[in-house]
């Protein structure tokens, strides 16, 4: 069955670092991935998308994930972050019938 | 257009009362899913709907807890008797069918306190 799983659980960054939020997932089959963003007080809402090609894919907001299938991960980036990135970051895999399953969340504090 | 709403936004509960929670979906979207986000579990799956079938019912916890949908539009998801560990924001999300490649669009969410 397909996993994913989150290894940073809450990050403290200030303006202008840079981000990276590790995701790995478990399935032999072909991937799909996604990262989503819960900004505070809204809804959940779609960053960016990996189905195939390109493994390096750009996002909203200049975030952008690399799919290495190698180690069989899908780390999400950002060169520099801003104090409206403070947000809770899922990454997520599909299964069959499109439910998703996702890890366990990353909660960013950007200070400005 | 408008995206998917849920209702009501907040319900406070006292245990043992039932409870029912209300999805709209975006227009046209035939695949309809709910998830519950709380503190322990994180975001789980609970029911996929595509049309107004529920393929998948592997996520819900309990028997306690059922959905339907009609028209191929709302959906409505039950908790009866409820119990404190249902307390947890119910997630709602439509897309234009379903498959792992179609984006989800979600709610803004139900926030369920049992008391």
């Known amino acids: 069955a397909q996993s994913v799983s989150q290894h940073n659980h809450h990050v403290i960054l200030s303006e202008a670092a840079s981000l990276e939020l590790g995701c790995n997932y478990s399935?032999?089959?072909?991937?799909?991935l996604f990262w989503y963003v819960q900004y505070p007080g809204q809804h959940l809402q779609l960053l960016l998308k990996y189905f195939s090609g390109d493994p390096l894919v750009k996002g909203i907001k200049g975030f952008e994930a690399e799919f290495i299938k190698s180690k069989f991960s899908f780390n999400l980036r950002k060169p520099s972050v801003q104090w409206s990135d403070t947000a809770e970051y899922f990454c997520a895999v599909p299964g069959n019938t499109g439910k998703l399953i996702f890890g366990q969340g990353t909660t960013l504090q950007v200070k400005p | 257009g408008a995206g998917v709403s849920q209702s009501p936004s907040n319900k406070v509960t006292e245990k043992g009362k039932d409870v029912e929670l209300r999805c709209d979906p975006i227009?046209?979207?035939?695949?309809l899913y709910w998830y519950r986000q709380s503190l322990g579990q994180g975001l789980e799956f609970l029911i996929y709907?595509?049309?107004?079938?529920?393929?998948?019912k592997s996520g819900l916890p309990s028997d306690r807890f059922s959905a339907e949908r009609t028209g191929g539009s709302v959906s409505t998801l039950t908790i009866q008797r409820t119990q404190q560990e249902d307390s947890a924001v119910y997630l709602c999300?439509?897309?234009?069918?379903?498959?792992?490649?179609?984006?989800?669009?979600f709610g803004p969410g139900t926030r369920l306190t049992v008391t």
């Open positions: 709907f595509q049309g107004n079938s529920a393929p998948d």
């Open positions: 227009s046209g979207h035939t695949a």
């Open positions: 399935y032999g089959g072909t991937v799909n």
């Open positions: 999300a439509s897309s234009l069918t379903s498959g792992e490649t179609y984006e989800q669009y």
